[in-house]
Nanobody
Framework: QVQLVESGGGLVQAGGSLRLSCAASGRIFSRSAMGWFRQAPGKEREFVAA????????NYADSVKGRFTISRDNAKNTLYLQMNSLKPEDTAVYYC??????????????????WGQGTQVTVSS
């Protein structure tokens, strides 16, 4: 498995930006597809974005398409989520996840086998 630690969350006004980072340990990071998920209070955890192991393919939830960008630096074992034009409805705990079973992009939560502890993002109106 991969150990994951998120950072970069915080409080931001609507229309602002944040960049989340996810530091990974373990040799299999570069062979793992990665994803970002989020969970708002009282709601289920939902898919946000995913990227293939080499960063060639990405996928986004419709709600964030055009505003968020997922990227990775395999030399640094780090995953990123650039979030622009933030809205109050983006408020949630954001989790990064690793799919060590394969390099391809998937959106289903149960396809990921390693999770970080989460970082809080709060967008004020």
């Amino acid at each position: 498995q991969v150990q994951l630690v998120e950072s970069g969350g915080g409080l931001v006004q609507a229309g602002g930006s944040l960049r989340l980072s996810c530091a990974a340990s373990g040799r299999i990071f570069s062979r793992s597809a990665m994803g970002w998920f989020r969970q708002a209070p009282g709601k289920e955890r939902e898919f946000v974005a995913a990227i293939s192991s080499m960063g060639v393919s990405t996928n986004y939830a419709d709600s964030v398409k055009g505003r968020f960008t997922i990227s990775r630096d395999n030399a640094k074992n780090t995953l990123y989520l650039q979030m622009n034009s933030l809205k109050p409805e983006d408020t949630a705990v954001y989790y990064c996840a690793a799919r060590s079973r394969g390099p391809t992009v998937v959106v289903r939560l149960n396809e990921y086998d390693s999770w970080g502890q989460g970082t809080q993002v709060t967008v004020s109106s």
